[in-house]
């Protein structure tokens, strides 16, 4: 049986989990695989929303630097990006 690491304090019951005895253990393999899953996929997910953020902040940039013309083939992106 492979040793399943836990990358995080912030979830205990994972962490419980993953301290049982052996036969507990085999028995608690597929929720423990689950919990890991579901979190790998909740910080991935974040990573993409925290990604769309970004890309929305430079098109807003991008957007204004059109509207006055500074936008094109020739024009060097200003690189400032507002928190807004």
């Known amino acids: ?19 049982l005895n052996v036969s507990q253990k085999a028995a608690a393999e597929p929720l ?17 929303l925290y990604g769309a953020g970004e890309r929305r ?3 807003a940039v991008q957007v204004e630097e059109a509207r006055a013309g500074m936008l094109g083939v020739g024009h060097e992106y200003s690189g400032k990006v507002s928190d807004s």
């Open 32 to 48: 423990i695989r689950a919990a890991e899953r579901s979190r790998h996929e909740l910080e991935m997910s974040l990573l993409e």
């Open 57 to 59: 902040k430079v098109a």
């Open 1 to 19: 049986m492979n040793c399943i690491r836990i990358r995080s304090h912030k979830f205990p019951q994972i962490t419980r989990l993953a301290s």
